[in-house]
């Protein structure tokens, strides 16, 4: 399973997939998209992860059978179950300990952490999504966030393929925006560079951080 030291490419929590290409085991299914292949971190790296684990015995802490899961989503680690529950914009990433079974209740683990209230949200989706209730969804990134992730991959794309910030710029954001002002001292231009600069890190291993929700200290 993926943890913060591996290398900065997303690992499935699997040791393998059953199928078979040239003789090599996957720890994905090759045939799928990368946006439609189950991506799952060890909960230490993702709070969006909801930890299950087995009920206490005791009668005072409530606790339920978790609902009908997906086994197709399913990827057994060393250190327990990761699997999702629902799909889109509604799925919740679990991970069930050793000592856990969805056949039996469980209750949610909530480390008092500097991730805690990214994990009670999670918990909170998990919560709503098992009791028939609309599934909120995932606050970590917000609409401004994610226009500018885009923007960052455009950037990046184009200054692989060796275009000039002016070009990627007007790719951007339109040659017309660009044509109205002098390139050289344009805020645009600030902008584009920061874009490449930004997505190099991200694509360097800063994507890391997209899993942690911004919040004030």
Known sequence: ??????????????????????????AIDPSLAATNAPVFWTPD????????TAAPPSPSVESAVP???DANTARDGADGLSIVQGRGANAVRLFLTTDASPANPVVALVPLGADGLDRIDAVTRLWRAVNGRKVPIDGRLTKQQRRRLRRMLQAVDGHTEGASYREIAEAIFGAARIADASWKTSALRDVTIDLVKDGLALIAGGYRALLRRRRRQ
């Open 45 to 52: 790296v993702d709070p969006g992860t909801v930890i299950l």
């Open 1 to 26: 399973m993926p943890k913060a030291s591996d290398p900065p490419l997303p690992p499935s929590a699997s040791p393998c997939w059953c199928g078979r290409a040239g003789g090599c085991a996957f």
């Open 67 to 69: 609902p009908d899961l």
